[in-house]
T-cell receptor, first 111, second 116 residues
């Protein structure tokens, strides 16, 4: 069964705008990861945030984690057309080694 | 260059004709895994391997077999493919040294399989 659910399922914005994607999950976790997938290609790891962390940055990416609400958000600032892709959150449940993926958010950035 | 290599990238086959999708990684990763991706269902794990000669079922193992005879290779075998196995398949690997949950998966480019 899917652990993470992303919201929205699809998002369209203009270049230069910020894009925010949310992920909710059901059980306690060790860490949460975000991946990016260009159409039909392999997934690429973006960022990992551990359960004891609340916020993490990597370039134009900002990830937050709220374990009390079992949710995370991925913010992409100053979006570019090249950011067009699907974004997936994935969680590692506590006491397991299993990474479970959500169904993804499709982001379209128009030039 | 660190990479996970899958072959074939595209395959059209017929029901019942055995096929193997190969996966090889050059990062000396202990952990390897196979996923299938279907519209609306996200990525679902088929099988995984924690190390050589150690494999275990994921969420959707029916109709698939795997083996891990060498650390770098983790082939996915469809003994008798059926149309419901038409999907996009991904192999992935990561290290496990330092304990579990140590982080990012490295993915191959995918193998698109059509079973007629």
């Amino acid at each position: 069964s899917q652990q993470g659910e992303e919201d929205p399922q699809a998002l369209s914005i203009q270049e230069g705008e910020n894009a925010t994607m949310n992920c909710s999950y059901k059980t306690s976790i060790n860490n949460l990861q975000w991946y990016r997938q260009n159409s039909g290609r392999g997934l690429v790891h973006l960022i990992l945030i551990r359960s004891n962390e609340r916020e993490k940055h990597s370039g134009r990416l900002r990830v937050t984690l709220d374990t009390s609400k079992k949710s995370s958000s991925l913010l992409i600032t100053a979006s570019r057309a090249a950011d067009t892709a699907s974004y997936f959150c994935a969680t590692v449940r506590t006491y397991t080694d299993k990474l479970i993926f959500g169904t993804g958010t499709r982001l379209q950035v128009f030039p | 260059e660190a990479q996970v290599t899958q072959n074939p990238r595209y395959l059209i086959t017929v029901t019942g004709k055995k096929l193997t999708v190969t996966c090889s990684q050059n990062m000396n990763h202990e952990y390897m895994s196979w996923y299938r991706q279907d519209p609306g269902l996200g990525l679902r794990q088929i099988y995984y391997s924690m190390n050589v000669e150690v494999t275990d079922k994921g969420d959707v193992p029916e109709g698939y077999k795997v083996s891990r005879k060498e650390k770098r290779n983790f082939p996915l075998i469809l003994e008798s493919p059926s149309p419901n196995q038409t999907s996009l398949y991904f192999c992935a690997s990561r290290r496990t040294s330092g304990g579990p949950n140590t982080g990012e998966l490295f993915f191959g480019e995918g193998s698109r399989l059509t079973v007629l």
